[in-house]
């Protein structure tokens, strides 16, 4: 089974890249969905988080303050390097587990859709590594668009994450996406075609 790695830094417009391969019916395991799946309490993944940041990172439902995480991990790198270490545990079991179901189940192709591919060490999983790049205004403008959060924080916030070098340097295929969408087909394609993904 061809396990293609899927990367790339906020804002790129890795979805859309994502949603052209899942049109060719290869199936994609985002690693950001079953992240956001595992703080939904009871959690033993946001209880191990909350054990770290403190009880004042979860909302009075009980569930996470995104915000409140995001504004103490993004100014400060040992926390978010620690978040990192407790997130990427409990995600990449779950990513292991679905790639032997797929693997048994005789799929030919899946892509792992993970933006800390990297940093979870899931690159070592995959056979081939594709990143999503756009031009920074772009990114920022689509991180800012997105998540509601200020230019300043949409910067902080790229600013912990890898270069656009070390991208092109550890991938196999790199894609532009700097908002020409009819570009991103025929590299999607392009991709599949010379790793003999497309299915049958």
Same mark, same amino acid.
């Given at each position: 089974?061809?396990?293609?790695?899927?990367?790339?830094?906020?804002?790129?417009?890795?979805?859309?890249?994502?949603?052209?391969?899942?049109?060719?019916?290869?199936?994609?395991?985002?690693?950001?969905?079953?992240?956001?799946?595992?703080?939904?309490?009871?959690?033993?993944?946001?209880?191990?988080?909350?054990?770290?940041?403190?009880?004042?990172?979860?909302?009075?439902?009980?569930?996470?303050?995104?915000?409140?995480?995001?504004?103490?991990?993004?100014?400060?790198? #040992? @926390? =978010?390097?620690?978040?990192?270490?407790?997130?990427? !545990? /409990?995600?990449?079991?779950?990513?292991?587990?679905?790639? &032997?179901?797929?693997?048994?189940?005789?799929?030919?192709?899946?892509?792992?859709?993970?933006?800390?591919?990297?940093?979870?060490?899931?690159?070592?999983?995959?056979?081939?590594?594709?990143?999503?790049?756009?031009?920074?205004?772009?990114?920022?403008?689509?991180?800012?668009?997105?998540?509601?959060?200020?230019?300043?924080? #949409? @910067? =902080?916030?790229?600013?912990?994450?890898?270069?656009? !070098? /070390?991208?092109?340097?550890?991938?196999?295929?790199?894609? &532009?996406?700097?908002?020409?969408?009819?570009?991103?087909?025929?590299?999607?394609?392009?991709?599949?075609?010379?790793?003999?993904?497309?299915?049958?």
């Amino acid at each position: 089974m061809l396990v293609i790695g899927l990367t790339g830094p906020s804002g790129a417009g890795k979805g859309e890249v994502s949603d052209l391969f899942a049109s060719f019916r290869i199936p994609v395991m985002d690693a950001d969905k079953i992240y956001h799946q595992m703080l939904i309490p009871p959690s033993d993944c946001l209880s191990e988080i909350a054990r770290h940041f403190g009880p004042g990172i979860l909302l009075p439902d009980g569930s996470l303050d995104r915000k409140k995480l995001a504004s103490i991990v993004f100014s400060d790198r #040992a @926390e =978010l390097d620690e978040l990192n270490r407790i997130t990427h !545990a /409990f995600v990449m079991r779950t990513i292991r587990r679905r790639l &032997e179901y797929y693997k048994n189940d005789g799929v030919r192709a899946v892509v792992l859709d993970a933006p800390q591919l990297f940093e979870a060490g899931a690159d070592k999983d995959c056979n081939i590594l594709v990143s999503v790049l756009a031009n920074k205004e772009d990114r920022i403008r689509r991180i800012v668009s997105r998540d509601g959060i200020t230019r300043e924080e #949409a @910067e =902080l916030r790229l600013s912990s994450q890898k270069s656009d !070098a /070390f991208f092109r340097a550890n991938s196999d295929y790199v894609i &532009e996406n700097n908002g020409k969408l009819e570009e991103l087909l025929p590299a999607v394609k392009k991709i599949l075609t010379e790793t003999g993904a497309l299915p049958l």
